[in-house]
C-alpha cells in the first residue's frame, strides 16, 4: 500500500452539491492527519486538521477512521470557489511531523 | 505581514549552470524545508532543516544542496541541474501549535518556483 492515496478525479459537482473525498494511509501509527488545499499553479494552504475521530468548520467536516486507516473530506453546499485540488497529509512518524507526505491530490471542479 | 517568499519565480536554465533559489521567512520559525512537486507524484521532500546548521535529507535529495546559516534563510542549490530537474518548486516553515494532543504543526508554503532545466 502507498503511504498515502487519493482518488486524482476530477470531481465535477454542481454548486450546492455535497462531495466526499477518501484518503487511505499506510502508517497505523500517525496520530494527527491534515487537508491541504492546493489552487491550480498556487501553493498549498492548511485547510483542516484532525486527530480525533474528526473535526468540522463550517461547510467542511474532516473524519478519522483508524480501523481502515483513512480519512475523509466533506464538503457541503459547494461553491465555485471550491474548486481546487485537495492535499491529503499523513505524518511519517507517530509524532514525526517533521516529515509530512504529502498525497497526490483530488481534484474538485464546481460547476454552475 | 507572514510570510515565505521565494525567488526566482519562474526560471528557465541549460543543463550544468549552477542555480540557487533562495527562500526566506519572517515568521521565526526553526524548521524549513524544501519540496518538489511533479504531476502524479504528489509534492516530495527533498531536504530540511530543523534549526540553524542543522539540515537533513529528505526523500529526494540527489542533485541538491542546501544551506541554514541564519534562521530566516534557507537556500536551494543545484550544482549542475539537469532536466530531470525540471519541476516546481516550494519553501515552506513549519509552525507548532498548543502540545501534544491538543497541538498541530502547519506549514507555510512559499508561492513556489517553476524551474525549467534545458
Known amino acids: 500500500r502507498k503511504e498515502v492515496e487519493q482518488d486524482p478525479g476530477p470531481f465535477n459537482v454542481p454548486e450546492g452539491a455535497t462531495v466526499a473525498f477518501n484518503c487511505t494511509y499506510s502508517?497505523?501509527?500517525?496520530?494527527?492527519f491534515f487537508w491541504y488545499r492546493q489552487d491550480c499553479r498556487k501553493e498549498p494552504k492548511l485547510l483542516m486538521s484532525?486527530?480525533?475521530s474528526g473535526n468540522e468548520d463550517g461547510r467542511f467536516t474532516a473524519q478519522l477512521n483508524r480501523a481502515s486507516q483513512y480519512i475523509s473530506l466533506l464538503i457541503r453546499d459547494s461553491k465555485l470557489s471550491d474548486s481546487a485540488t485537495y492535499l491529503c497529509v499523513v505524518p511519517r512518524g507517530v509524532w514525526n511531523t517533521d516529515k509530512l507526505i504529502f498525497g497526490t491530490g483530488t481534484r474538485l471542479q464546481v460547476f454552475p | 505581514e507572514a510570510q515565505v517568499t521565494q525567488n526566482p519565480r519562474y526560471l528557465i536554465t541549460v543543463t550544468g549552470k549552477k542555480l540557487t533559489v533562495t527562500c526566506s521567512q519572517n515568521m521565526n520559525h526553526e524548521y524549513m524545508s524544501w519540496y518538489r512537486q511533479d504531476p502524479g507524484l504528489g509534492l516530495r521532500q527533498i531536504y530540511y532543516s530543523m534549526n540553524v546548521e542543522v539540515t537533513d535529507k529528505g526523500d529526494v535529495p540527489e542533485g541538491y544542496k542546501v544551506s541554514r546559516k541564519e534562521k530566516r534563510n534557507f537556500p536551494l542549490i543545484l550544482e549542475s541541474p539537469s532536466p530531470n530537474q525540471t519541476s516546481l518548486y516550494f519553501c515552506?516553515?513549519?509552525?507548532?501549535?498548543?502540545?501534544?494532543?491538543?497541538?498541530?504543526?502547519?506549514?507555510?508554503f512559499g508561492p513556489g518556483t517553476r524551474l525549467t532545466v534545458l
Open positions: 515552506a516553515s513549519l509552525h507548532r501549535y498548543g502540545q501534544g494532543l491538543a497541538g498541530y504543526n502547519e506549514q507555510f
Open positions: 502508517n497505523s501509527a500517525s496520530q494527527s
Open positions: 484532525v486527530y480525533s
